[in-house]
């Protein structure tokens, strides 16, 4: 694997995990053991377990599970390392060799090799359904090399693929399953090389695993499996956990942290993460289509205000895509939209907005979305915009917003991160990118922005390059960004090995059960 300046990078971004607090206790030290059953409260149905047509950041808990990834990022860094590919190396910057790690096999028996990978890869950057696309942009070609090796031809040079191959994009479905799917089936019978073989799938209510026994990680998984309860309403989850019927709930909401610390037997993790709620805009849509509305809309939220009432204090302002602890943050960025409802209501008039105009924003139905909803409404009516929101469940409102139907001129939801911040901005902020609601196109200096901050692994280089991006972003208002929200998971005391990582998406590598 190239030795890379990455790792000066990431070693920034480790401190953002410094203070994390576990109930007060150390992680567990006993041996390790198999057995059990992990229950664990979700708190949405996934849009689909085919990571290339899935849509919602909340599917990668159930993911992660089925699929292993051709590299994988540390749990504190988020710095790549290796998963199915065993190494990496630029022969030069616009060739990236991945060699495979042999003896893998997908949960049907189909060998994992250069074939298979360059099938996976192939389709998600080809294929009409597929909703990754944007992460392989730069990806020009793939040819298998050796038996266990592909090559990968690059259009530009592109630092930032070893840690995409780590996400949607790194994972790996058995082409015999795909071949076979003609009819989507792959979405609701999942087929991957990950720790767990998917079982069964009761749609909204329950999703079941069980160990790969065949699992290529020595000793891996521990638990026999995990049964996921599909439980929106979060206050139920949570009663679940406490109440014993399920081991653990993460995505809790700040405001179930004192009460879950009440109980003996749970303990509790909180700490920072890239998670940020935020309003994405469909700029090709009308209020939108008109910067200054974009630009009124950011002054007129008190991101403050709305993180002690909707979010019990339990995150960070956000007024760009990147958290403070961030190596790529822009303090100048994160100072051009502070509270200013009088900026807020002259942007407005010259912009010609008719005062009390509705706004339709696609929302969540559950309790905690529908809170933060009523907040930001109350804010917005006093700069004279009327906001309403359009409710459904996660997966549903997604698919709206997103997909064909371009429902409403907003989504009020998360970013969940990524573990390369340019693959944030490429995704959201790029013409076709399935994050660009209105697929709508952006100026060029953005997208030259996005590539520069790909072309290097220098630390400072890329740094510059994402102020620039970043920049222009908020210049453009193509977002308005709330608050990153603090990871808070609840867990019966049996479960142990548990570790946080920066990305806020639960992984359970380590994850076992004590009698």
């Known amino acids: 694997m190239a030795q890379t300046t990455r790792r000066e990078v990431m070693a920034l971004i480790s401190g953002a995990l410094a203070g994390v607090t576990l109930g007060g206790e150390a992680f567990a030290q006993a041996t390790p053991k198999r057995g059990g059953t992990l229950r664990i409260s979700a708190p949405a149905n996934p849009s689909s377990l085919d990571p290339a047509t899935g849509g919602a950041g909340s599917d990668h808990a159930f993911l992660f599970t089925m699929y292993d990834t051709l590299t994988e990022w540390d749990f504190e860094t988020l710095k790549p390392k290796p998963g199915l590919a065993e190494s990496w190396s630029f022969s030069d910057p616009t060739t990236l060799v991945l060699n495979i790690r042999s003896g893998v096999s997908f949960h049907d028996g189909t060998p994992l090799d250069a074939e298979a990978v360059k099938f996976n890869l192939e389709r998600n950057k080809s294929d009409p359904k597929s909703n990754i696309k944007a992460d392989l942009a730069a990806m020009d070609s793939v040819a298998v090399t050796g038996p266990m090796q592909v090559t990968l ?69 521990y638990p026999d499996g995990i049964e996921f309860s599909i439980i929106p309403e979060l206050t139920t989850g949570a009663r679940s956990v406490t109440a014993g019927q399920n081991d653990l709930i993460y995505q809790l909401p700040p405001r179930q942290k004192a009460i879950v610390e009440r109980v003996s037997s749970v303990k509790v993790f909180n700490g920072p993460t890239l998670y940020v709620f935020q309003i994405f805009l469909n700029w090709a849509k009308p209020p939108f289509d008109n910067l200054k509305v974009r630009q009124a809309f950011n002054f007129a939220v008190d991101r403050e205000s709305f993180v002690k009432a909707a979010l019990a204090g339990l995150a960070e302002p956000a007024y760009m895509n990147l958290p403070k602890a961030h190596w790529a943050y822009d303090k100048s960025v994160a100072a051009l939209y502070p509270y200013d409802p009088d900026k807020a209501r002259k942007l407005l008039a010259e912009a010609g907005f008719k005062e009390g105009s509705v706004i339709e924003i696609v929302g969540y139905n559950d309790q905690d979305s529908v809170q933060r909803q009523e907040i930001l409404i109350e804010q917005f009516r006093k700069v004279g915009m009327n906001i309403k929101f359009l409710n459904a469940p996660i997966a549903e409102a997604s698919a709206a917003f997103f997909g064909a139907e371009k429902r409403g001129s907003g989504i009020l939801a998360a970013w969940t991160g990524r573990p390369d911040p340019s693959l944030t901005y490429s995704l959201m902020f790029t013409k076709d990118a399935y994050y660009n609601g209105g697929r709508a196109p952006v100026p060029t200096e953005l997208d030259e922005a996005i590539k520069a901050s790909r072309a290097s692994e220098d630390v400072e280089v890329r740094r510059k390059a994402f102020s620039t991006v970043q920049r222009l972003v908020m210049e453009n208002a193509f977002v308005l960004p709330l608050a990153f929200q603090f990871e808070l998971v609840a867990m019966n005391k049996k479960v142990q090995g548990y570790r946080p990582n920066l990305l806020g998406k639960p992984k359970y590598d380590d994850v076992w059960l004590e009698s």
């Open 153 to 221: 031809k690059l259009n530009t040079p592109d630092a930032a693929l070893p840690g995409i191959l780590s996400d949607r994009a790194g994972m790996m479905v058995s082409p015999a399953a795909l071949k076979a799917s003609s009819a989507g089936n792959v979405t609701r019978t999942p087929v991957g090389a990950g720790a767990y073989v998917f079982v069964s799938w009761a749609d909204g209510e329950k999703i079941v695993v069980k160990r790969h026994e065949k699992y290529w990680k020595p000793n891996r998984p």
